[in-house]
């Protein structure tokens, strides 16, 4: 049983503890917080966790709101086998060096840069890369959803260029500071975004270009795939690929499932926690190949996609289990994923 712990209890902070609550290899030994609010209390009252605080000057402001706490990030860490770091982009750096010190090994965000850990993760595209390394980085919302996808079809078609447009929610739903709420917004206004670059960090060889815009939604994110594929592949062909795969969904338009907010609507039909869904759901009537070019949509929830994948990858660092399917069957199990 593996110790871990979950710097930063946020979005995905709090998702991949009861994931890892979910498993019967794992456990958690902590979590933290920088403040007192719902979610610190919740940790402590209604999942049980040990809370740990990461600014240890607002220690009494844990004690003013009656939040016990167990100590410090740097306590939390020394009781840890891994450390699951889910605080925003950009404090990974001068977390890595508090992680070297205590000879504890640590997952990232995509948030973070890839040069970070010169390592980055997805469950199928490249588990044996971060297989027993110290650091690696799990690949953002977007890129995950991306590589699920094009991984999976990529022993089917042979893939030459790949072509998407990121349609991305303006924010999470608890986001009451970010925008736009009246605007689409090229975000960035230059070609390529960053998501191209960030899929070739875990699917060696991808020649892909991507462009993104914001949009006033906080739900999902969608994304609009066109593939220069080099071999003659069928909508069938491609449709049966993507229907075998776990953590990828066919929805159908037909069905009412026509927009993110029916396929969230359904999300909460499933009865998981907080309503998540960790699948990509591909829409059947967008497939289809055109002159030897394959097109399809899908969306992405991007509170829950990556949480499985932080699963795998405690395993992968850990040596755990050397056969990615043999983990990601294990936690598809332990969290009810398709
Ligand atoms: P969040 O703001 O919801 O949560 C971050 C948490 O970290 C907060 O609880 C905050 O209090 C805590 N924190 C801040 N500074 C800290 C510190 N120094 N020590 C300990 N805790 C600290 O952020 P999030 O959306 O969960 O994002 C976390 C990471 O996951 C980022 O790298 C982000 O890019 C990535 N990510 C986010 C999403 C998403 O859509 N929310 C999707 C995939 C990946």
Same mark, same amino acid.
């Given at each position: 049983m593996k110790s871990v712990a979950i710097n930063g209890y946020g979005t995905i902070g709090k998702r991949v503890a009861d994931a890892v609550a979910a498993q019967n290899d794992m456990k958690v030994i902590g979590v933290s917080k920088t403040r007192p609010n719902f979610e610190a209390r919740n940790a402590v009252k209604e999942k049980g966790y040990d809370l740990y605080i990461g600014i240890p000057e607002r220690e009494n402001q844990f004690k003013e709101a009656g939040i016990e706490v167990a100590g410090t990030v740097e306590d939390m860490i020394q009781e840890a086998d891994i450390v699951v770091d889910c605080t925003p982009g950009t404090i990974?750096?001068?977390n890595l060096e508090m992680y070297k010190k205590a000879g504890v090994k640590a997952i990232y965000q995509g948030g973070e840069d890839h040069d970070l850990t010169?390592? %980055?993760? @997805? $469950?199928?595209? @490249?588990?044996? +890369? $971060?297989y027993g390394a110290d650091y690696t980085r799990v690949v953002s919302c977007n890129t995950t959803g991306l590589t699920r996808t094009l991984y999976t079809l990529n022993p089917l078609i042979d893939i030459k260029k790949v072509r998407s447009v990121m349609v991305r929610r303006g924010s999470d739903p608890n986001g009451v500071k970010k925008g736009p709420i009246n605007a689409i917004v090229p975000n960035p206004p230059k070609v390529p975004s960053h998501h191209g670059p960030d899929v070739a960090t875990v699917f060696d060889g991808i020649n892909i270009t991507t462009m993104a815009l914001l949009v006033p939604t906080?739900?999902?994110h969608q994304h609009n795939l066109m593939v220069e594929i080099g071999n003659d592949v069928s909508k069938d062909d491609v449709l049966d690929v993507l229907e075998k795969r776990s953590r990828v969904m066919i929805v159908k338009a037909s069905e009412g499932l026509g927009s993110t907010a !029916? #396929?969230?609507e359904y999300a909460k039909e499933l009865g998981r926690s907080r309503s998540d869904l960790y699948e990509i759901p591909v829409w059947e009537e967008s497939i289809n190949v055109v002159d030897n070019e394959l097109f399809y949509m899908q969306a992405v929830h991007q509170e829950s996609d990556v949480v499985p994948e932080n699963i795998d990858a405690i395993r992968a660092l850990l040596?755990?289990? %050397?056969? @990615? !399917?043999? $983990? #990601?069957?294990?936690?598809? +199990?332990?969290?009810? #994923?398709?």
């Open positions: 990974g750096p001068q010169g390592l %980055s993760f @997805n $469950s199928f595209a @490249n588990y044996d +890369k $971060s906080t739900l999902m !029916e #396929i969230m040596e755990m289990e %050397s056969d @990615n !399917e043999k $983990s #990601i069957a294990k936690t598809n +199990k332990a969290m009810g #994923i398709f």
